[in-house]
């Protein structure tokens, strides 16, 4: 951590700051330029609050160099990390694509979507059975009946499943019928949510929040971290800025920045990252374009008679399309597409 002191920051001031980094724990170097004193602060804690330096007299500044994560970081782990979910690898060279419908609805309806997304190459089917809508009066899913429709569908056509984890008390009903569980992005700073997916023992699929900065939701991906589940899979749905001309604004830029920043593989969602059918497949392509490990892609063979997010959702030859064009990016960048 690095103090800047004020231009007239005087003698007793500065001492008062050592004195104070010192109480915290901090071996603090010091040195004094012709304006300004600077204090390099060695030893900071990831949980250390800034602003226990920023309000004493004549500080000007406080920056953190260190992260405040630890197990997310890729000072902390090198290697790029890869998740198991089901017989799928996510973070390897091969991208792995989850599709599916928004909600589970019917059986003919998540058969008909896994038999079209297998076929097309994709690896594991999504589908909501609790969904996390912003109306109360939407349809809020199948519960517990769809869970059993998907988790059929997906052994009748070799896909693994991947789903949303609600609330807590549903643990059991995720690790009987999921093989990975996904925390929506209005639950992302749920935090007794995110204890209870790091201990299921199941991948967690993160979507960051509508309004997560990167650092955000990196604390968030540690929270599962420190409960000793290593298989955090990040996922850029888009975030909520001033442009209303998509439903959310899908921040590519992330991909490149967490993978910087961390070990864990990162996933694209152009479905909920633009709102919209016909901006879905230009993005996906993007995605993988910028280094993605995987696509999240929503899929419906009606989408016209969807219960959720129908606007949204690719008719099945799109998918179709969408596979074909993502196998020449993934071809150029040197990956390949499951
Ligand atoms: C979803 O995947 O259907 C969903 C609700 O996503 P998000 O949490 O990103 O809005
Ligand atoms: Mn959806």
Redesign the pocket.
């Known amino acids: 951590m690095v103090v800047v002191m004020d231009i007239g920051a005087d003698e007793a001031q500065i001492e008062s700051v050592i004195a104070t980094l010192n109480d915290h724990g901090f071996d603090v170097h010091r040195s004094s330029g012709s304006q300004r004193t600077v204090l390099g602060a060695v030893g900071v804690k990831p949980e250390f609050d800034k602003r226990h330096i920023e309000l004493l007299d004549g500080v000007y500044t406080v920056h953190r160099v260190s992260e405040p994560y630890k197990f997310a970081s890729r000072s902390w782990k090198k290697e790029p990390t890869e998740s198991k979910v089901g017989n799928v690898v996510i973070g390897g060279k091969e991208i792995a694509v989850m599709a599916g419908p928004?909600s589970v609805e019917s059986e003919e309806q998540i058969h008909a979507s896994a038999e079209a997304v297998a076929r097309a190459g994709a690896k594991i089917l999504?589908g909501?059975a609790f969904?996390?809508r912003s109306s109360p009066y939407s349809f809020q899913g199948l519960g517990e009946e769809g869970l059993v429709m998907m988790r059929e569908a997906a052994d009748a056509h070799g896909l693994a499943v991947v789903t949303?984890l609600m609330d807590p008390s549903h643990a059991d009903l995720m690790a009987k019928y999921a093989d990975m569980v996904?925390i929506?992005?209005?639950n992302m700073q749920n935090f007794p949510l995110l204890r209870a997916a790091g201990q299921l023992g199941l991948p967690v699929l993160l979507?960051r929040g509508l309004s997560a900065t990167i650092q955000e939701w990196l604390m968030s991906a540690e929270y599962i971290l420190a409960e000793n589940n290593p298989d955090v899979v990040l996922c850029e749905?888009g975030i909520r800025t001033f442009e209303t001309m998509t439903r959310n604004t899908l921040d590519l830029s992330a991909v490149p920045v967490v993978k910087a920043r961390s070990h864990l593989p990162v996933v694209v969602?152009p479905s909920?990252g633009t709102g919209i059918r016909n901006k879905v497949l230009p993005m996906a392509r993007a995605g993988v374009a910028a280094g993605a490990d995987g696509l999240?892609i929503?899929v419906h063979p009606d989408p016209d008679a969807a219960l959720s997010?129908g606007p949204q959702s690719l008719h099945i030859p799109q998918f179709d399309e969408l596979m074909a064009q993502i196998r020449l990016i993934a071809e150029a960048i040197g990956r390949s597409v499951g």
Do not use: F, I, L, T
């Open positions: 928004c999504r909501g969904k996390p949303e996904q929506g992005a209005r979507k749905r969602d909920h999240m929503e997010d």
